[in-house]
């Protein structure tokens, strides 16, 4: 009754923040934005994220990571891309992405690319999009169809990138709200978590994790217990100690995205407490039940996964796609 009753309050709170429909028109990405304009597009972006992906495998889920933190703050509008300026605040120094996100200079790379291309037609936002669509293909993820025709805000979010983003300790009613206030759904947060198979994440994201319940959720086995000591050798228990220290959330297969993150919840060894709270929390009725389905079916799992991207990069900021640009620096407003 009480896992009811809070499920109906945060719907009943959380309204989706965003809409298809800007100032009565019909909903504005389609697959062929680009092809009179730019029709190389696609093709230019894969070329150079194949490149990126070749030189380091990490750049993948850099670049997915990325695109998420875009769109959960003011839609999928490149905010995320822009530095400070004394007019501006921007988002990469909120606390969420100041000791995660990388990747803006691989975004830059191809933006210059682009733009001897096709010099002011192709927004960043529209290329964070595609480069994460090419980086989960790139390494062994599914394919999906992108949207295009986003436009780049003139504007960032310092406040909305600090209380939109998830947190590594956070508790699952809090972000499964965080979701729903972006119009997606338990079944998309648990698909989209999954990319958390190629991911890293720093010793500070992970230390109350290591230090706190993993040893319960693990059931005390005794090879979960030989992982868990080389995790605190990565991880001091003291803060500020090896802050920096980086381990992959997947041990098993770090640099290919598949399905092996949710066996690894199964066991109670996910790395981040955010994670396994899908699967060990006393809330976590429904994503205990989709959990167990990726874990079996990995078919299901790509198939929902393709529709959540699609599905968040659709989250669109309506002022940018009625007062919006395209950059021709992704770091800063045209001037």
Known sequence: MKLFLVICI???????CFSFDVSGKAFPLTLDYYKSTCPAVFDVIKKEMECIVKEDPRNAAIIIRLHFHDCF???????????E?????GEKKASPNINSLKGYKIIDRIKNIIESECPGVVSCADLLTISARDATILVGGPY???PVGRKDSKTASYALATTNLPTPDEGLISIIAKFYYQ???VEDMVALVGAHTIGMAQCRNFRSRIYGDFRVTT??????ATYLARLQEICP???GEGDRNVTAMDNVTPNLFDNSIYHTLLRGEGLLNSDQEMYTSMFGIQTRRIVSKYAEDPVAFFEQFSKSMVKMGNILNSNSLVDGEVRRNCRFVNT
């Open 219 to 224: 059931a005390l086995n005794p090879v979960s």
């Open 73 to 83: 703050v003011q839609g999928c509008d490149g905010s995320v891309l822009l530095d």
């Open 237 to 239: 228990e003291s803060s």
């Open 85 to 89: 300026t004394e007019s501006l605040k």
């Open 183 to 185: 119009g997606l759904s």
């Open 10 to 16: 945060v719907h009943a709170i959380f309204i989706p």
């Open 144 to 146: 999906w169809d992108v």
